[in-house]
């Protein structure tokens, strides 16, 4: 195994298996298997509109109960954490409908 640090320029691939990388310089490598950690970035602008703030990898940042900065706003899923998967999202989703839940409980208790 080796670790190339140029720039690519293309990959290929036949139905869907890779078969090789062409880097910028034209110099080219066969592989079975590539692993990459892009940048995350958030590319709805709602929660940047409404002021939230953002963690330094560019997630949108919340407290346990998923919470954002801006009061009466929640955030939940990959936006909120590195650890992509259906079942963290769901999780943060059931927290956050809990909370608000509540929350307009105790609104409606309070009128």
Partial sequence: MSIHEKEIASLKHKNGQLEHLTFKDNSTVELKAIYARPDFEEHCKI??????????????????????????????????????SVANAISAGNIAGAVLNNAMIEEEFRL
């Fill in 47 to 84: 929660p940047e509109t409404l002021g939230c703030e953002f963690t330094e990898q560019g997630h949108i940042k919340v407290d346990m109960f998923q919470k954002t900065s801006e009061e009466g706003v929640f955030a939940i899923g990959d936006s909120t954490t590195p650890f992509r």
